[in-house]
C-alpha cells in the first residue's frame, strides 16, 4: 500500500477536484466488484466516460503465447467489435513493453503507427493504451480510440489513466485472491463431503476415511455388497449409507434379520404368501423384497440362513423375480441387495453350511467394517458423540477416561462402547466422566486374577471365544495365535 502511495503521490498531486471526486467514485466501483469479468467491465466503462472514447476494447494478455484475446469492447455507434485487427495491435506492444499508459495524437501522420491499416480504416486519429499489471507482469490492457472527427485526448487524460491503472491492478489483485481461495475452500468442502460425510457414521482414522471412501464407490453403481465385520462394529449403518448415497434414495431401504428366525416365517416374510398357502395365510401378502421394490434390501447375519432360503435367495439374485408363498405367479423385482455377516462365510462355504454360488453371488463387493480396535484413534471423538446423543451436553470427559476406552480390547465394538457410556454416565454425578466411571468387564476380570498363568491363558482363550460367536478364525486373530493353537489348547480342555 505504501509504495502505491508513493508511487502515484504525483498523480495524486496534479489531478482537478472533479477528477477527484471521480476517482472516488470509481474507487467504490472497483472496489465492489467481486468477480474479474464485472471488473473488466466497469473498468471499460470508467475509461470510456473519463476520456469521452469513441470505442473502447479491453484484451487479456497471454504472456506465454505472446497473444491478445477480447474480453470486452464498447463502440459508441453500438456494433459489436470481435475482431482485434479493427485495432493497433502496435499500440498494444509498445503498452506492453514499456508497462505504463501510453498516448498517441494524430496517430495517422505517426509513421510508426500509420503503417497499420487499421488505423487507417478507422480513420483514428488518438489512442490511449492503459495497461493493467498484475505481480510485475501486464495481465490486460485497456485501449481507447478516437476518430478525425472526434476530439483529441489530452496529458490529463493519461495522467488520470496511470493512476486509474493501478487502482484496477490492486482490485485485480483482491479478486484474484479472493476466487482462489473460494476455489480452494470449494475443492476442501467437497473432498470432507465425499469422504466423510456418511450419515451417523462417526470416525476420522484412517481406516474409517478408507471404508467411507469405498460406501461413495459402490453407492454409484448397483452391485451386490457384502458387509463384514465384528458385532457392533456398524456394519447396518454401512448398509444404510450405501442406500442413502445412491441413486435409490428416494425408494425404500427395507432390512429384515435372518438370525435365529424360523425358516417358514423368515421366507414368508421375504417373498410374502397366496391366500391359503398355510394356515393363518387369509389374504394375500406382499413380501418386503416386493415392497422394496425400486429400492435397497438389507438381509442382515445372513450366514444364518437354511439351505432351502438360500436357494431361494440365489434365484432372486439371477433372475430377479420372486414367486410369493403357494402361488404360481412370477414377480419381477428391482432391488439392490446388501447383506451382512460377522461369521466367516468361506469357512461356511468350506464346511458345506453355505451355497458356494450364492456367496459369489453376494460377495461380488465386499466390504470390510474394522472392528473398534483397529481405530482407537476414534474412541475419544465417538465417547463424546455418544455422550451428547445421550443428552449430556454439558459433560467433560478426563482424559485417563478417554486412555482406559482407548487401551480396551472392545469385543462388542461401537455396541459395547455405547453400552459402557450409559453405564458411566449412571454412575456419574458429576459433570466430568472419570475413568472411575467406565466398568469394563473383561479387564476387571483379569485385574482380579488369582490362578496361574496357564489358567489365565485358558480363560481369555475362551472368553474370547465366547465374545467371537465361537469363531476360531476371529479368535485366533485376535489372540495373534494360529488356528491351530487354539484347537490344541481346547483339546486341552477336553472341548475336542
Ligand atoms: N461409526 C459409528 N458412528 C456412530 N455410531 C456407530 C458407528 N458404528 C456403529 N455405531 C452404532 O453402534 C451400534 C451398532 O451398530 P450396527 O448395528 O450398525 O452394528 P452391526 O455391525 O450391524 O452389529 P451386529 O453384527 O451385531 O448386527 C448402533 O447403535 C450404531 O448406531
Ligand atoms: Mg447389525
Known sequence: ??????????????????????????????????????????????????????????????????????????????????????????????????????????????????????VQIQRIKSVIGVPIVRDGKVWGVIIADSQL???????????????????????????????????????????????????????????????????????????????????????????????????????????????????????SELFGYK??????????????????????????????????????????????????????KVRKINVRIITATNKDLQALVKEGSFREDLFYRLNVFPIKVPPLRERRSDIALLTSFFIKKMGKKDMSIDPAAIKKLESYYWPGNVRQLINIIQRALILCDGNKLLAEHIILEEATDMENFQGTLREFEMLLLKKRLEELNGNRTLTAKSLDVSVRWIQLKLKELGEQ
Open 149 to 267: 472527427d472526434r476530439r483529441e485526448f489530452t496529458e490529463e487524460n493519461l495522467l488520470f489513466l496511470g493512476f486509474f491503472s493501478n487502482l484496477v491492478s490492486l482490485a485485480l489483485d483482491r479478486i484474484i485472491k479472493l476466487e482462489e481461495l473460494e476455489k480452494e475452500n470449494q475443492i476442501l468442502t467437497n473432498r470432507l463431503q465425499s469422504v466423510f460425510e456418511i450419515p451417523d457414521m462417526i470416525g476420522e482414522s484412517a481406516i474409517m476415511h478408507s471404508l467411507s471412501q469405498l460406501l461413495y464407490k459402490v453407492a454409484l453403481t448397483d452391485t451386490t455388497v457384502l458387509i463384514t465385520g465384528e458385532s457392533g462394529t456398524g456394519k447396518e449403518i454401512a448398509a444404510k449409507a450405501i442406500h442413502d448415497l445412491s441413486k435409490r434414495n428416494d425408494k425404500p431401504f427395507l432390512a429384515q434379520f435372518c438370525g435365529s428366525i424360523p425358516d417358514n416365517l423368515l421366507e
Open 275 to 328: 391366500k391359503g398357502a398355510f394356515t393363518g395365510a387369509n389374504t394375500d401378502k406382499q413380501g418386503l423384497l416386493e415392497a422394496a421394490d425400486g429400492g435397497t434390501f438389507f438381509l442382515d447375519e445372513i450366514a444364518d440362513i437354511s439351505i432351502a432360503l438360500q436357494a431361494k435367495l440365489l434365484r432372486v439374485l439371477e433372475n430377479k423375480e420372486i414367486i410369493r408363498l403357494g402361488d404360481v
Open 1 to 118: 500500500m505504501n509504495n502505491f502511495f508513493a508511487d502515484n503521490i504525483t498523480h495524486i498531486k496534479n489531478l482537478t477536484k472533479d477528477e477527484f471526486e471521480s476517482l472516488f467514485e470509481f474507487t467504490e466501483i472497483l472496489n465492489s466488484a467481486t468477480r474479474q469479468e464485472s471488473l473488466v467491465e466497469d473498468a471499460i466503462d470508467i475509461v470510456i466516460k473519463v476520456i469521452n472514447a469513441e470505442r473502447g476494447l479491453f484484451v487479456k494478455y497471454d504472456e506465454v503465447n505472446d497473444s491478445f484475446s477480447i474480453v470486452t469492447a464498447r463502440k459508441i455507434s453500438n456494433e459489436s467489435i470481435t475482431d482485434l485487427h479493427e485495432f493497433s495491435s502496435g499500440i498494444l506492444q509498445k503498452v506492453i513493453k514499456e508497462k505504463k499508459p501510453l498516448l498517441y495524437h494524430d496517430v495517422m501522420s505517426d509513421p510508426h503507427l500509420s503503417q497499420f491499416e487499421s
